[in-house]
């Protein structure tokens, strides 16, 4: 009861839903009818709901009925969370986010559960820093370490997320608001994650996105408890860049030259996956450009939207093949789950599961 009730309350949360309105919302979509006084005794674990009742909240909540006697596998509101989202981002759209993640992650764990894959060791003590990180600079130094422990060398980094599940991190896309950009927790010191924003359609941010995760993941512990969260921020900012575009790169491409064609930027964004603004930024703090070019080039940018369209324009391909999809069929194909288990773990339709689970 008190696992039916906690997963009731949340699947409403996450649907954004009060309990008036998934009231309203059962007697419109399904004909069953309750009241918001009766989901508040389901909630409350004060009474339990009918089979038919139970089968109308799982439609209208759009989550199947073994859903809602799931064990948990941690709770959310334990999880450290760093989030990093605009500042118009509500907190009602916050909370549902962070159910939708923890249902995600713990299918994720779920299905490595039946696969008998362990977390692997992310060799983090490798990459301590020697003392307090309080600046850019710091943060270039850790990523240039991170670089090298990794054997990256100065070669774009090709697939961030296939990188990162490689190294056994968890990187999960979700569907959200473009408020949403990105968000890391570490689960029982061993299961480290990161969720990006799937509707985002600049590759190149959620690139950024994915490595200042993967900072917060490796240096949170480590900022000096002087700066505030917006320096951190900045911090990690820095680390991502430099992760996805070591400087020296910038220095030998463009160290010394008095004008660089904006077209020679496009080339370098193609080619490492990072944004010609990020680019820029880059370009200023290695003293390669000064004050007054940085300005002219945002300047330009504001004044002509031609300019502003084309240096914008996403031109970077990584493919975004889900490793939790690829398991969860590994596992159907091995008869380690049912065709009905692999739909309620993907949150497919058992047609569509049926018609992708093709072996040879």
């Known amino acids: 009861m008190e696992i039916f009730a906690k997963r009731l309350h949340q699947a409403r949360l996450k649907a954004k839903l009060s309990m008036e309105m998934l009231s ?3 007697s419109e979509k399904t004909g069953v009818k309750i ?3 009766a989901i508040s005794k389901y909630e ?15 439609e209208t909540l759009s989550v199947d009925e073994g859903y809602f006697y799931r064990p948990f596998k941690f709770n959310i509101d334990d999880l450290s969370i760093s989030f990093r989202k605009k500042s118009n981002s509500r907190i009602t759209d916050q909370k549902a ?15 490595e559960e039946i696969l008998g894959i362990m977390p692997k060791n992310i060799l983090q003590e490798k990459l301590t820093p020697a003392g307090l990180l309080a600046t850019n600079q710091d943060m270039v130094e850790m990523a240039k370490k991170v670089r090298r422990q990794w054997g990256l ?10 990188l990162l599940e490689a190294l056994g991190i968890k990187v999960l896309l979700t569907p959200a608001s473009t408020d ?12 480290w994650i990161i969720v990006l924003n799937s509707e985002d359609i600049y590759i190149e941010r959620r690139r950024l996105t994915t490595m200042h995760e993967l900072c917060h993941l490796l240096y949170n512990k480590y900022f000096s408890p002087q700066l505030s969260a917006h320096e951190k921020e900045k911090l990690c900012h820095a680390f991502a860049n430099e ?29 490492f996956g990072i944004s010609v603004d990020a680019i820029v930024y880059k370009l200023k703090d290695l003293d390669i450009i000064g004050e007054r070019r940085f300005r002219n080039y945002f300047i330009l940018k504001n004044m002509n939207p031609r300019f502003k369209e084309s240096v914008e324009k ?16 590994s596992a159907l194909g091995q008869e380690l789950i049912s065709t009905s288990k692999a739909a309620a773990l993907l949150g497919d339709n058992i047609s569509n599961v049926r018609n992708k689970a093709a072996t040879i």
């Open 24 to 26: 309203i919302l059962m």
């Open 35 to 37: 009241t918001k006084q």
């Open 44 to 58: 409350t674990a004060k009474m339990a709901p009918s089979s038919n009742v139970l089968l109308a909240m799982a």
């Open 97 to 111: 986010l962070e159910i939708k993640i923890q249902d995600q992650v713990e299918r994720y764990l779920e299905i």
């Open 153 to 162: 060398g100065k070669a774009p980094i090709a697939n961030t997320q296939e």
């Open 180 to 191: 949403f950009l990105g968000v890391s927790g570490i689960i029982n010191e061993k299961t």
């Open 243 to 271: 992760m996805l575009l070591p400087g020296v790169v910038l220095i030998d491409l463009f160290g010394g030259k008095s004008q660089i064609a904006i077209e020679e930027l496009i080339s370098v964004s193609k080619y």
């Open 314 to 329: 996403p031109r970077y391909k990584e493919d975004t093949t889900s490793r939790f999809q690829a398991m969860v069929y």
